[in-house]
Each structure stands twice: as C-alpha cells, then as structure tokens.
C-alpha cells in the first residue's frame, strides 16, 4: 500500500517534467539573415546548438596570439521603421556589450576607446522579436501562482515569445577580420522568463550572444563544440553587480545583479533594474 502511494506521488511529477523537456522546442522562431555590418561574410560555416542558429568563421592563430581587446559600442540595424522605444534598444545594445566585456576579460585585457588593441569587436543587433506584453504578463501570474504548489518550473504560455539576431567581428590592427559570427535564437516556453517589456526577450537573450561569441574569441574555435566551463569568479561577480575587472567595461554600467534577478522571477520590465551605460565622465 506504502507503495502505490509512493507511485502516485511520483508520476504526476514525471509527466510533468516530460511535459517541461518537450517544452523547450516550443520557441520563437529567428532567422538567421545576413545583414550590412560586417567587412566580410564568406567562409561561414553553420553551427549552434539545440536552441541557437549560427553561422561563424575564426582564424585561431591570430584569435590565440591576441591580448588586448577594444570594444566598440554595439550597434542596431533592424530591417524597416523600428517599433520599439530608443531607451528598450539602448538596454539591449549595452547588455550585449557589458556581457562581451566580462566574458572576454577571462582571458583579454579590455582596453579603452581610441587605445590600441591586438582585436575590435563589433556586434550589431539586426533583428528583434517583439515579447508580447499581455502573454508574457499572463505567464507570470500563473507561474507565480503555480510555483507556491508545485516544486518544479511552470513553462511560459506558448504565444508571444521574443526573440534576437545580432551578427558581430573581431578585426586586427589592419582591419582585417580575424573571427566572425551570425547568431540568431528565439524564446522558449522553460529557460526564458517572461518579462512585461516589448524587449524582454531580447534583453535575457543578449548575455547568451555574448557569452557564445566571447568563448568563440577566449578559446579561438567554434563555441558550439566541446563541453561548457565553469565561470570565472570576475565574471561570477561582474554578475552580481560587483565592480569589473578591467576599467574600460565600467563605460557600460554595472549588471542589475541580485535585485535584477529578483525583478526577472517577477517578469518586470528589465528597465527597472538595469541603469544601462554609465554617464559620460
């Protein structure tokens, strides 16, 4: 009797996180287009993993023998009349280069603007999947609702879902470009939390760029292959909000940390939390 009472408890546990695994192909769909940005698109080969699109090309023995790198600010190319607030895109364009900032810092020293550098890494947004404000609201009550009975995460409502497409370089001193990669990757209803902001999507997908892209220059390959590291305690604490390791990455302001976090379990716009690019000094 014990146990039948046992099995009953287990199974619907199991279903669900059956039901949970198969969530994660319900994602929103992200092309991954070419855009205008980089000096070169030829020699691209396909990549990514289960949830991102990619295309990429790397040079290891220039990409290995650097030390310093110079980051220009990422820019946005969206295709037709952009529907979305200025500040939204500011947000998205300065996560993606705090996040190149604290992931390269592993193994590069991040030098300041117009200091020379053995690399420039140029990211520049081309496409953004607009978060449905309503589903994504929607998504968070239940799953706030849902997470004080049951022990397991509760998937996002399938309808809504944002995505992103950045494309980005690393040239040397002459120009010449050294590595490059297109990256596209939509939502999904598990690892993406839902937050009330057009952007939202967008914004919780610009650290999964940049930390592919910082790998593919940190370890001069594909950052698709092999088995993922541990982070680095700078980075641990540069996500935490806790001050970088180089002088440069200060220009794009500290992470939201803790109280970001907090703010995304409860799906709030990322605006509120994250004080974007430092002020000019």
């Known amino acids: 009797m014990t146990s039948r009472f046992k099995l009953l408890e287990i199974l619907p546990q199991a279903t669900l996180r059956v039901v949970l695994v198969s969530s994660l192909s319900a994602c929103a769909s992200v092309a991954l287009d070419e855009g205008t940005s980089l000096g ?55 996560t993606i280069d705090r996040a190149l900032c604290t992931g390269l810092s592993d193994r590069f020293e991040i030098v300041g603007p117009n200091q020379p550098a053995d690399l420039v890494v140029r990211a520049t947004v081309t496409n953004i999947v607009a978060t449905n404000q309503t589903a994504a609201a929607g998504s968070t009550v239940a799953s706030l609702g849902a997470s004080v009975a049951l022990p397991v995460p509760i998937p996002r409502l399938p309808i809504g879902l944002g995505g992103l497409a950045v494309e980005a370089e690393a040239t040397g001193p002459d ?107």
């Open 175 to 281: 120009g010449s470009q050294k590595a490059a990669i297109l990256w596209s990757r939509g939502a999904n209803m598990i690892t993406t939390r839902a937050r009330v902001s057009q952007v939202g999507d967008a914004y919780s997908l610009s650290s999964a760029f940049a930390a592919d892209f910082s790998r593919m220059l940190v370890k001069g390959r594909d950052p698709f292959k092999g088995m993922p590291a541990m982070p680095s305690m700078q980075r641990i604490n540069a996500s935490l909000g806790g001050k970088p390791k180089y002088d440069a990455c200060k220009a794009f302001g500290k992470a939201p940390g803790i109280t970001g976090a907090v703010a995304g379990q409860l799906g709030l716009p990322p605006g509120w939390t994250d004080k974007g690019a430092a002020a000019p000094q």
């Open 40 to 94: 070169s698109y030829a020699g691209m080969t396909a990549s990514g993993g289960t949830l991102t699109k990619a295309k990429l090309r790397v040079e290891p023995a220039p990409v290995l023998a650097a030390r310093t790198v110079r980051i220009v600010p990422t820019s946005v190319q969206l295709r037709g009349a952009s529907k979305f607030d200025s500040k939204d895109l500011a947000l998205v364009s300065n």
